[in-house]
């Protein structure tokens, strides 16, 4: 048979497993595109992955042909035809609330709309679950409540609150991927926020170890007369929040953590930066550090945004709406378009979701009392292509900052978020020409609120692979809980 032959054979098969019929016998697995995506450029090729779940190799189309001329019998064939092949979403800032809040959220229903969304990992905040990931032993209750329910990777944060110095080291140890920290009132009572007395502590503590320190960087400051445009105290309007929390909060946080980021050798990493005019103040601490000789990833001055900041602004919000109320806010347009300046320039590191469920009875029309947070843990890849598309970016620029980025945030940069020999298999079919609305009947996370009701979303993840294993398929996410708990025995 001729290689043209054996080809053309090997494409209509391959067309049958993809739609769900599985080739029996098989070991190795070629998976095919004609838009195989990595965060330097796309190609026409394919990923080998072996029969651990690793990736083998990634091919061209050329070298494909070889291959299958080859070794066709060893191999099961999925090919996605021209839906983009791209490593498996990174998702390093969730809340899945579980223990405690699991009305709100819970492992099951936010792993299971990661993997609808093309995620393969999230990083599980250390709130709003009861109790916080503050100590060793509340993070065995943690991955207790997690072990059996995860359709995806998990890993967690640890958290720091004043006091608990003492167990950082030890969560370390246990497979942390790092601690978040609020330097503002959090909104729960069981995690306070730290303060400069607890800050040369945790600093001192962390110093010169491999972990990351991330801060929800606002610092409470005398409002005065600042306000982004309006002058409303009526609570049912979105500006009189958004006049609560100006701009000034995020710019004083970070003046404030680049004294310690001079001071101390720990990596630093601000979560959802709103305010765009925060990047240039870590680029500066980021250049010191450099001129300093560190060799930390991005110096170890980090930053992401989140799709709610690229996808929204405050002009948009209606009155009474709070599924667009999060801290911090959505800001301007004008402040919007900046973040996609630096998005372009790639001044930014990464992009999370900060899903951040809760249940309709806290999402009432008040802003000034409603509960703070969006979920979209589901809908980042597109929420990210939708308005990345129409300003002519490419699909690696996807891959860099929903993959790579946050992988390497949370030292999983050599295991997870790239097409590379050696990686965890984990992958996704994405049809970047393929559109779709936003409606309750889709979603799968808890509680159906979301900013985006409605709204039609472009890219459509198709299929979603973990270590190789289909794991969402055609609109459904397959029964059996795959993923695994990343951390350390303990």
């Given at each position: 048979?001729?290689?043209?032959?054996l080809?053309?054979?090997?494409?209509?098969?391959?067309?049958?497993?993809?739609?769900?019929?599985?080739?029996?016998?098989?070991?190795?697995?070629?998976f095919?595109?004609r838009?195989?995506?990595t965060?330097?450029?796309?190609?026409?090729?394919?990923?080998?992955?072996?029969?651990?779940?690793?990736?083998?190799?990634?091919?061209?189309?050329?070298?494909?042909?070889?291959?299958?001329?080859?070794?066709?019998?060893?191999?099961?064939?999925?090919?996605?035809?021209?839906?983009?092949?791209?490593?498996?979403?990174?998702?390093?800032?969730?809340?899945?609330?579980?223990?405690g809040?699991?009305?709100?959220?819970?492992?099951v229903?936010?792993?299971?709309a990661?993997?609808a969304?093309?995620?393969?990992?999230?990083v599980?905040?250390?709130?709003?679950?009861?109790?916080?990931?503050?100590?060793?032993?509340?993070?065995?209750?943690?991955?207790?409540?997690?072990?059996?329910?995860?359709?995806?990777?998990?890993?967690f944060?640890?958290?720091?609150?004043?006091?608990?110095?003492?167990?950082?080291?030890?969560?370390?140890?246990?497979?942390?991927?790092?601690?978040?920290?609020?330097?503002?009132?959090?909104?729960?009572?069981?995690?306070?926020?730290?303060?400069?007395?607890?800050?040369?502590?945790?600093?001192?503590?962390?110093?010169?170890?491999?972990?990351?320190?991330?801060?929800?960087?606002?610092?409470?400051?005398?409002?005065?007369?600042q306000?982004?445009?309006?002058?409303?105290?009526?609570?049912?309007?979105?500006?009189?929040?958004?006049?609560?929390?100006?701009?000034?909060?995020?710019?004083?946080?970070?003046?404030?953590?680049a004294?310690?980021?001079?001071?101390?050798?720990?990596?630093?990493?601000?979560?959802?930066?709103?305010?765009?005019?925060?990047?240039?103040?870590?680029?500066?601490?980021?250049?010191?550090?450099?001129?300093?000789?560190?060799?930390?990833?991005?110096?170890?001055?980090?930053?992401?945004?989140?799709?709610?900041?690229?996808?929204?602004?405050?002009?948009?919000?209606?009155?009474?709406?709070?599924?667009?109320?999060?801290?911090?806010?959505?800001?301007?347009?004008?402040?919007?378009?900046?973040?996609w300046?630096?998005?372009?320039?790639?001044?930014?590191?990464?992009?999370?979701?900060?899903?951040?469920?809760?249940?309709?009875?806290?999402?009432?029309?008040?802003?000034?009392?409603?509960?703070?947070?969006?979920?979209?843990v589901q809908?980042?890849l597109?929420?990210?292509?939708?308005?990345?598309?129409?300003?002519?970016?490419?699909?690696?620029?996807?891959?860099?900052?929903?993959?790579?980025?946050?992988?390497?945030?949370?030292?999983?940069?050599?295991?997870?978020?790239?097409?590379?020999?050696?990686?965890d298999?984990?992958?996704?079919?994405?049809?970047?020409?393929?559109?779709?609305?936003?409606?309750?009947?889709?979603?799968?996370?808890?509680?159906?609120?979301?900013?985006?009701?409605?709204?039609?979303?472009?890219?459509?993840?198709?299929?979603?692979?973990?270590?190789?294993?289909?794991?969402?398929?055609?609109?459904?996410?397959?029964?059996t809980?795959k993923?695994?708990?990343?951390?350390?025995?303990?």
């Amino acid at each position: 048979m001729s290689l043209y032959y054996l080809f053309i054979f090997i494409l209509l098969v391959s067309e049958i497993s993809c739609r769900g019929f599985q080739i029996e016998n098989r070991e190795r697995q070629l998976f095919l595109s004609r838009n195989v995506v990595t965060e330097s450029g796309e190609f026409d090729g394919g990923v080998l992955v072996d029969i651990n779940g690793k990736i083998e190799g990634v091919l061209t189309r050329e070298s494909i042909i070889e291959l299958l001329s080859n070794d066709e019998a060893s191999l099961e064939v999925i090919d996605g035809g021209n839906w983009a092949l791209m490593a498996g979403g990174v998702d390093s800032h969730v809340h899945v609330n579980e223990p405690g809040r699991t009305t709100w959220e819970g492992y099951v229903t936010a792993t299971r709309a990661a993997a609808a969304g093309g995620f393969t990992t999230i990083v599980d905040m250390p709130l709003n679950s009861v109790p916080p990931t503050t100590t060793m032993e509340n993070f065995k209750i943690k991955t207790s409540s997690a072990r059996e329910e995860a359709y995806v990777d998990v890993a967690f944060w640890g958290g720091i609150v004043p006091g608990n110095e003492v167990e950082l080291k030890n969560l370390i140890n246990a497979g942390v991927v790092g601690f978040k920290g609020f330097l503002i009132d959090s909104g729960v009572s069981e995690f306070p926020n730290v303060d400069t007395n607890d800050l040369d502590k945790i600093f001192t503590t962390l110093n010169g170890t491999n972990t990351v320190l991330a801060f929800h960087a606002e610092y409470p400051i005398s409002n005065g007369s600042q306000c982004e445009g309006c002058d409303s105290t009526d609570p049912f309007l979105y500006n009189t929040y958004l006049a609560s929390r100006p701009p000034e909060m995020e710019l004083g946080a970070v003046s404030l953590l680049a004294k310690y980021i001079a001071k101390y050798d720990v990596h630093v990493h601000v979560v959802h930066v709103s305010a765009a005019d925060v990047i240039p103040l870590l680029e500066q601490a980021r250049e010191q550090r450099i001129q300093s000789g560190s060799t930390r990833w991005r110096g170890g001055v980090t930053a992401e945004t989140c799709g709610h900041y690229l996808t929204l602004s405050s002009e948009q919000i209606p009155p009474g709406h709070s599924e667009f109320k999060c801290s911090p806010p959505i800001r301007s347009i004008t402040n919007k378009l900046k973040l996609w300046e630096y998005i372009r320039d790639r001044r930014l590191d990464l992009v999370a979701s900060d899903h951040s469920p809760t249940v309709a009875d806290k999402k009432t029309s008040n802003f000034m009392s409603a509960w703070g947070g969006i979920s979209s843990v589901q809908f980042g890849l597109s929420l990210f292509w939708t308005e990345a598309k129409a300003r002519g970016f490419s699909l690696s620029a996807l891959s860099h900052y929903l993959s790579s980025g946050p992988a390497h945030l949370v030292g999983l940069g050599n295991q997870k978020g790239a097409l590379k020999a050696g990686y965890d298999a984990d992958l996704v079919f994405f049809d970047p020409d393929a559109s779709f609305v936003v409606t309750p009947d889709i979603i799968v996370y808890k509680n159906k609120i979301s900013p985006y009701m409605y709204r039609v979303l472009n890219g459509k993840v198709m299929q979603t692979f973990l270590r190789g294993q289909l794991i969402y398929s055609d609109g459904e996410v397959l029964e059996t809980p795959k993923g695994q708990l990343l951390v350390n025995a303990f």
